[in-house]
C-alpha cells in the first residue's frame, strides 16, 4: 500500500479536512506500514496513528461502527482516483480484480463471490434462492436486524414458509442447545447472524454450520460484522452462504458487499436476478426455442450489469489497508477495546445491565447495555449532543444502547463515553 504524500495532498485538497502538518503526520505514518508483523493490541503510541488516517471530524467520538465503518483516506483516494480515470478516460470494469481479492480476504475461491450493495441484498439472493416450500421452517434469531428479519418475513408472507426463533444465550453451548431445540422434521435452514447487531456477541458459527449440515438443513448466514471485525475462513466454517458488506468492519466505500456462496451449492441456490455476467457468455435471443442456456459457473450467476469501478477499487484498497496492518493485529486490537468497554461498564455494578457476554469467544468489538432507570432514548440524545455517537436498539422490543469500537477509538474514546454514563447513574 502507497502512503505517498503527494495523493494526500491531492486528496486532502478535494476533502479540505487536512491541515498541512496533519498531511505531514499522515506521510510519517509509514510506520503503519508493517505487512502484519505483531503489533500488541495496547501498544498506544502505535494504535493512536490511526485516527490521523482518517477523516473522522476531531471532536467526534465516534462509537458507532456497527452501523458503517468510516474509510481512512487511502480508500477514499483509491475511489477518487477510479472514478476520475473512468470519467477522464472512459475507463469501465475495474472489479474483476476485486472477486478474488475478497475471495482471499475470507478464505473462499474466486467463484464463490458474488458483489452485492449492502448485506441485505446478499441475504434476499440467499432467501429467496434457496428451494423452500410452504409449512418448511426456517430457524432466525429474536435479535434480528430488519436485513435479515424482512427478507424472511418477506418469503414467510408470500411463500407460506415458517420462521422459528432463538434467543441467543450467554454462552456458546446454550445458544446451540437452543438452535438444536428447535430443529424437526420440517426444518430446512438455519438463517441466523454470525454476530447480531443487537449486542454484538460472537456466535458459534462453525459449530451451527457443522449442526446444520449434520441435520441436512442450508446454513444461510447473515454475515454482516463478520467481514474485517476477524479473519474469516469461509471454507473451514462450513456455510453455504454467507452475506456481509465492506462498509462496516472492512472500512470500505459505502453501499459494497458481497455474497459467498459454496461452490458445491450454486446449483442448489437458484438465481432469480439474471443480467449481463450470470449466464455463461452465449446468450442469444434469437435462439429457438428461447433459453438462457447455461449460468456463469460461479457465484457471478448471481449479480450482473454495470458495477461502481470507483467503489469496488475502493474495495479493493480497504483489503489492502487492512492486510498492511494486519487482520490479527486488527481484531486483536477491537477485541482489546472491547474489553476495556466492559471493564469499564461493570465498574458500575448492578445500575448497568452489560447485555454482551463476557465469555471469552462469545465478545469481540461490539457491547450491548442498558442503564437501569435511565430511558435508552433519552441517553443515546444525549450522547449525540455531546457528540458521542452511539446507537439505539430498538429492535424487535430489546430498547437498550450499543457501543462498538475500531482503530481508530482509542481508550480515551471511551473513557468520554463513560464519564456521560456516570452523569446518569
Ligand atoms: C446483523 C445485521 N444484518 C444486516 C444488516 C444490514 O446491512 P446493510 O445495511 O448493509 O444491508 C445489518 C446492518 O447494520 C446488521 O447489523
Known amino acids: 500500500m502507497k502512503f505517498d504524500r503527494r495523493s494526500f495532498i491531492r486528496s486532502a ?45 476531531k471532536d467526534l467520538v465516534y462509537l458507532n461502527n456497527g452501523t458503517f465503518g468510516p474509510s481512512p483516506y487511502p480508500v477514499i483516494d483509491a475511489m477518487r482516483t477510479a472514478q476520475m480515470d473512468a ?29 452485492t450493495h449492502n ?58 442447545e437452543r438452535i438444536n431445540a428447535l430443529i424437526n422434521k420440517n426444518t430446512r435452514a438455519i438463517a441466523t447472524p454470525h454476530i447480531p447487531c443487537t449486542q454484538g456477541q460472537i456466535l458459534p458459527i462453525k459449530e451451527i454450520c457443522r449442526l446444520a449440515k449434520d441435520k441436512g438443513l442450508f446454513a444461510l448466514i447473515d454475515g454482516a460484522h463478520g467481514a474485517g471485525m476477524m479473519p474469516l475462513d469461509l471454507h473451514d466454517m462450513g456455510c453455504d452462504t454467507y452475506a456481509t458488506c465492506c462498509h462496516k468492519w472492512m472500512l470500505g466505500p459505502k453501499g459494497t458487499g458481497f455474497l459467498y456462496v459454496r ?89 448497568i445491565e452489560l447485555l454482551t457476554p463476557t465469555e471469552e469467544r462469545s465478545r469481540c468489538a461490539v457491547n450491548g447495555f442498558r442503564i437501569k432507570g435511565v430511558d435508552y432514548q433519552k441517553f443515546f440524545t444525549r450522547c449525540n449532543d455531546k457528540k458521542i455517537r452511539i446507537r ?3 429492535e424487535n422490543g430489546i430498547n437498550s444502547l450499543r457501543v462498538s469500537t475500531h482503530i481508530y477509538n482509542s481508550k480515551a474514546d471511551v473513557d468520554r463515553f463513560i464519564e456521560e454514563v456516570k452523569k446518569v447513574v
Not at 90 to 115: C, H, Q, R, S, W
Not at 154 to 175: C, F, H, M, S, W
Not at 330 to 335: A, D, G
Request: proline share 4%; with cysteine; glycine share 10%.
Open 13 to 57: 485538497s478535494v476533502l479540505a479536512a487536512l491541515t498541512m502538518a496533519e498531511i505531514d503526520a499522515l506521510a510519517a505514518s509509514h510506520r503503519i506500514k508493517n505487512h502484519s508483523k505483531p503489533v500488541a493490541e495496547d501498544d498506544e503510541a502505535y494504535w493512536s496513528n490511526m485516527r490521523q488516517l482518517f477523516p473522522l471530524a
Open 87 to 115: 470519467d477522464m478516460h472512459g475507463n469501465y470494469g475495474a472489479y474483476d480484480a476485486t472477486m478474488p481479492k475478497i475471495a482471499k480476504f475470507v478464505g473462499a475461491d474466486d467463484d464463490e463471490i458474488a458483489l
Open 119 to 176: 448485506v441485505t441484498e446478499g441475504i434476499n439472493i440467499a432467501c429467496w434462492g434457496a428451494p423452500l416450500k410452504r409449512g418448511d421452517e426456517i430457524i432466525v434469531t429474536t435479535h434480528e436486524h430488519v436485513g435479515n428479519a424482512a427478507p424472511w418475513m418477506n418469503r414467510q408472507k408470500l411463500d407460506g414458509i415458517v420462521l422459528r426463533k432463538y434467543t441467543p444465550a450467554r454462552t456458546a453451548a446454550e445458544t446451540l
Open 263 to 351: 461452490k458445491g451449492f450454486q446449483d442448489t441456490l437458484q438465481a432469480y436476478y439474471a443480467g449481463g455476467g450470470t449466464d455463461d457468455g452465449k446468450w442469444n435471443i434469437m435462439t429457438n426455442p428461447i433459453t438462457i442456456g447455461n449460468y456463469a459457473p460461479s457465484a457471478h450467476r448471481y449479480f450482473g450489469g454495470t458495477q461502481a469501478n470507483g467503489l469496488y477499487t475502493g474495495v479493493n484498497a480497504s483489503i489492502d489497508f487492512i492486510e498492511t496492518i494486519g487482520q490479527k493485529n486488527i481484531h486483536r486490537r477491537i477485541k482489546y477495546l472491547g474489553k476495556y468497554t466492559q471493564d469499564r461498564l461493570l465498574e458500575f455494578g448492578n445500575k
Open 392 to 394: 439505539m436498539v430498538p
